[in-house]
């Protein structure tokens, strides 16, 4: 099911980016995926999003994609082949392609990650549940395999949404200005973003940093950068 891509680009020579995620519920995705920025994005056929039932690739009459770990244990594991056909049938022909598995056991996924994986024009997420993925999937089917911190969630789809959101907002017209880009958390030296106030000056006697209303524009961008090394 496709999110969206339906608005011609007022940029025809724009490489369009593809993010296609493997999963047992892709309905679970739709929402997050056409909200806010991603959705604008599809909108303006910058990147589209696809999610793909890995049910579709498997080849008994019940779909199967899962079955009891060999050598015993609690739980199911998911199947290499529905995977290995999903690849296939999803991989495009001619694109700078990466494959990524979403599991607790890989790498943590960084701002450098993100900005990296930005120039592929196809991105495929493998989506986990149960107990795991047959590990012949790591092992040959995909390129990484990335976690999103140290600990466990039911499966892989909120992961790859995190990740794809990430990458997407290092897409060239994906943010709406080239300040919201250079100013993000982490993009510059890898620092955290700096503290941001609005309206009105004092609530409940906490005030707003008096520098942010001197008007004095060098001040401030000093004292930003300040806070952003505390952090």
């Known amino acids: 099911m496709v999110f969206f891509a339906t608005v011609p ?5 724009r490489k369009q980016k593809y993010f296609d995620i493997l999963t047992i519920f892709p309905e679970a995705l739709i929402p997050y995926a056409e909200a806010s920025i991603l959705g604008r994005a599809q909108t303006k056929k910058i990147l589209t999003i696809t999610a793909h039932d890995v049910r579709t690739w498997a080849t008994d009459k019940h779909h ?28 495009k022909r001619g694109k700078k392609v990466q494959i ?27 989506c986990g549940r149960y107990e ?9 089917l995909v390129d ?7 600990y466990v969630l039911t499966g892989g789809e909120l992961p790859a949404l995190v990740m794809i959101d990430a990458i997407a907002r290092m897409i060239p017209g994906v943010l709406g200005k080239k300040e919201s880009l250079t100013e993000e958390s982490h993009v510059e030296e890898g620092l955290l973003e700096y503290p941001q106030y609005t309206k009105p000056e004092i609530y409940r006697h906490w005030k707003v940093p ?10 401030i961008k000093e004292w930003r950068k300040e806070q952003q090394k505390k952090k």
């Open 9 to 13: 680009l007022s940029m025809a020579t």
């Open 64 to 91: 199967t994609t899962d079955d009891t770990p060999y050598g015993g244990g609690p739980g199911m594991v998911m199947k290499v082949e529905p995977f290995d056909r999903a690849i296939k049938a999803t991989k």
């Open 100 to 126: 990524i598995l979403t599991a607790a056991s890989g790498k943590t996924f960084t701002q450098a990650d993100a900005k990296r994986l930005a120039s592929y024009d196809q991105l495929i997420f493998l």
């Open 132 to 140: 795991g993925v047959d590990d012949r999937v790591r092992e040959h």
């Open 144 to 150: 990484e395999t990335f976690s999103i911190g140290n």
């Open 210 to 219: 008096p520098i942010l209303l001197s008007g004095d524009h060098k001040k």
